[in-house]
């Protein structure tokens, strides 16, 4: 959605996105002080996340993208935990105490996703040791020979292979010059290892916990927000952060039982809701096209991964050796294309691995920090 969108959503919106103006004129001065920094919440919230849906259709779910979201979450988080901090003393004292409540319950849910996510970099790094295979048999040859070309083509197959999404088989059978028993028992090995490799359960799924975290969550009510000066709308707030990038995540990262049917119920008054929505819409759109629809994860790194990997198999299929002049321009050229895919993985996956392992570990002192709160503040409960 357009910027000016945003702004006049925003401008529309009164005090914590659809709350009545009747209440900020009965509170007294203190109580208005609270509103005021509980309203500066929601709109760093907005405005984090409509830098982030300005992103052009090149940006969106790039590895650095996907990092200045988890940065956007670990802002959220922080500024949420001194909101925290600061109003202990009512977070066990109804309706808040369910709130509070809820939000840690889906806070653990969201640390499956996290062990998941960084189980699908993994697979990302293992896709990555195929192509730097392409790269060692065929980029800095003065001549490729046959054998060269040969590795370069079983890791090409390895690599469709382990890309193989478990709903498609198409890039099974593209490879099925290299014979259909060959490639049924790599997809089997591969499926094994991987199978074993992951941290969640095997019987773990992506898509049911983004729905149990998305489960029950709805705006608070007119009455629950006076009773709590508005801190529940912060809650509700943090709880939408929380499931929107838990739910981008799954979107762009191989993970076990991907699924993106997770609905976004929030009403548009609220200041954060237009470009959430709008990130939302479009990651949908992006999951709809034709040449990404059976993708096993939507990040752009993925995409470029699948293409250069297409263009090679396209130029082994029609190669006899020895090769012309013509041919060998042409693989050196799809080299350098699995290259540059490679060094922008090579840069990436680390640091992105680093901030996920960050956010886990965020949300659990958070999660600790709240409960430990509210034990304080009702010590014989």
Known sequence: MPATDFQ???????????????????????????????????????????????????????????????????????????????????????????????FFERSVKALDVCNAIRDG?????????????????????????EGQFRRAKKALVDLAL???????????????????????KEQKSFAHFR???????????????????????????????????????????????????????VAAIPCQDRGLQTHFNVTRQFYWAVPILSLHERILEESKKRDRRNACGLLKEIHEIEKCARGMNEVADSIHFPLTEEKEREVKLRVQEVGMVYEAIKCGLDPLELQVREVFH?????????LDSVVRANPHG
């Open 195 to 249: 199978s074993l490799s992951w941290s969640v359960s095997r019987t773990w799924s992506a898509s049911k916990q983004l729905q149990a975290i998305s489960s029950n969550l709805v705006a608070p009510k007119a009455n629950e927000i006076s009773s709590t000066n508005g801190l529940n709308v912060a809650v509700y707030t943090m709880n939408y952060v929380l499931l929107f990038v838990m739910w981008a995540l």
């Open 362 to 370: 965020r949300i659990v002192r958070s999660r600790t920090e709240g």
């Open 8 to 102: 006049e959503a925003s401008s529309s919106s009164s005090s914590f996105g659809f709350m009545s103006r009747r209440r900020d004129q009965i509170h007294s001065m203190e109580s208005t002080h609270e509103a005021t920094e509980l309203d500066a919440f929601q709109k760093q919230v907005a405005d984090l996340f409509q830098d982030l849906a300005t992103a052009n259709s090149d940006e969106l779910l790039s590895i650095s993208w996907i990092r200045k979201l988890l940065d956007t979450f670990l802002c959220c988080q922080e500024e949420f935990r001194l909101i925290v901090i600061k109003n202990k003393t009512l977070l066990n004292k109804p309706p808040l105490d369910k709130y509070v409540a809820d």
């Open 162 to 184: 382990g890309m193989l999404d478990e709903k498609d088989s198409t890039l099974a059978q593209r490879n099925r010059s290299f014979g259909r028993n060959n490639a049924q």
């Open 121 to 145: 970099i993994e697979q990302i790094r293992q896709w990555q040791k195929q192509l730097e295979i392409v790269l060692c048999a065929l980029d800095n040859q003065r001549s490729i020979g």
